[in-house]
């Protein structure tokens, strides 16, 4: 089987090659897709040769340069390539603290005086009532038990002798002797009653009087301190913020920046920067 010819490099390839082994260009799948290619190819080819030969045809004859020539070309490249290498600049920045001038708003505590409105507690006296128990000596009738002497009359039946006759008759007589020619009573017992008094002690009860501590409640009369609370003012300073401006000196950061060399960095008072 024929080899498939590429045709960008034109190096051959397997019959099977898709793309190029050498440059991975397409290679075509038929042998006239291959034809077009290598035509196009001639036709581009052919196109540069006759491009190259159009350019010589134009070549222009360079005449040889004498030895004062080149010096002045040699100076002259000489001072091309200093100016080149001392000419162009760059630019250097730094930051420096740079003071100014300026004004500052601030708050400071003024002084003045105001009246101020204060309590206090003012002490006085006053009578205040109270309770309190009194004691107080007083008369108090009582019954007591107390023996008594008394006396006491009773009655008491006394026996006496009557010799008289007649006892028969004294239903209080009884004959106690007869005579013992006649056999009358002779000698009567006989008795009576009489009223006597005797001494008996008796419990008796009497209403006496005795002195007792008794007590009683009575509404009394003491001072105490009390205190009720007055208003009262005085002066007194206090303090309140003013806003106020002051000329102080502040310090920024400022950009500043100076011509250096581009190559060796050294500082030149010139700005040549190459574009």
Known sequence: MANKKCPGCYSNNSSHAKFCGNCGKKIAENEKGVQLLQENK?????????????????????KPLSDSDKNIALFILFILIMSLLFVPTTTFTYLVEAPYQANEKYTEQEPYTAQEEYTIQV??????????????TDTETFTDIVPSQKEVPYDSTEYYTDQTSGCETNSNCQCVDTSWWTGACTECSCSHTVTKVRTETAQESIQKTRPVTKYRTVTDYQTVTNYRTETKYRTVTKYRPVEKTRSVVKIRNETQSYEVNWLLGFRVPWQAHIP
Not at 123 to 136: D, G, M, N
């Open 42 to 62: 001639f036709s581009e080819s052919s196109d540069k040769s006759n491009s190259n030969r159009t350019i010589r045809n134009f070549k222009v004859k360079i």
């Open 123 to 136: 002490p006085y006296e006053t009578q205040v009532p109270y309770e309190r128990q009194e004691s107080y």
